[in-house]
């Protein structure tokens, strides 16, 4: 009877944690619609004055055009890249021997942080992997990404032997590129939120890297606005 009571009370906490979610998501784009109308309307009340009126036919709705189309084909391209390759279930998820977990700032992101360290354990005790490279960045302040990941993960048991420190992962792309460089590991298991995983398969494969894709919980199901501009930059700059 309390197993029963304790799934109900598990059941009920992810309800509310995936309710939170999507309220914050549809509050940051509601902020954002309501930007966006207020310069249209700005743009459309100055439209009498002939200089803005040629600006704005020859330029911003062209730009606007192009980066609406341009973003719809990168998002498409992205999640076509990591069809299938993003796991959730570890009992579904192949083996790789080398397990990619990319850099949150715990002090900033805490929940994001925290959500890769899990998924990076339980890969570990399921024995999906053997060993773990950690890439971050260093800032000012005792701010290491990848040493504070090592401390979280050894701290849960994982061995400190089983894992490498990569402390010039500033960005998505250098973190892959020198998983592969620098490390030697093109088949690897990509450890970050969802929406964060497929795109980060998507740079993989731009750049010679078999990868597949873990998360753990509920923490960045939902794909906030600004993930479709890094989008682009993936598919357009990268």
Request: hydrophobic share 45%.
């Amino acid at each position: 009877m309390n197993g029963i009571f304790y799934d109900i009370k598990v059941y009920f906490c992810l309800i509310i944690v995936s309710l939170k979610k999507l309220t914050m998501g549809l509050f940051r784009l509601i902020i954002v619609s309501l930007l966006f109308l207020t310069v249209i309307i700005v743009i459309w009340r100055l439209q009498k004055y002939k200089a803005v009126k040629i600006i704005t036919r020859w330029f911003l709705i062209p730009f606007f055009v192009l980066f609406l189309i341009s973003s719809v084909i990168s998002n498409h391209l992205v999640n076509k890249a990591s069809e299938n390759k993003v796991y959730s279930d570890v009992n579904l998820i192949p083996y790789r021997e080398t397990a990619l977990v990319l850099g949150a700032d715990q002090k900033s992101a805490p929940e994001f942080f925290s959500k890769r360290i899990d998924a990076a354990f339980i890969l570990y005790k399921a024995g999906k992997v053997k060993n773990f490279i950690l890439s971050g960045c260093v800032g000012p302040a005792n701010y290491d990404e990848a040493a504070n990941m090592k401390s979280a993960l050894v701290a849960k048991g994982v061995p400190d032997s089983l894992i490498t420190m990569d402390k010039e992962g500033d960005h998505t792309l250098n973190s892959i590129v020198r998983c592969k460089e620098v490390y030697h590991k093109d088949k690897i298991i990509l450890v970050s939120q969802s929406y964060h995983a497929a795109r980060a398969i998507y740079t993989a494969s731009k750049n010679g890297v078999d990868a597949i894709g873990f998360y753990s919980g509920t923490v960045g199901v939902i794909t906030p606005p600004k993930e479709y501009l890094s989008r682009l930059k993936a598919v357009v700059f990268q």
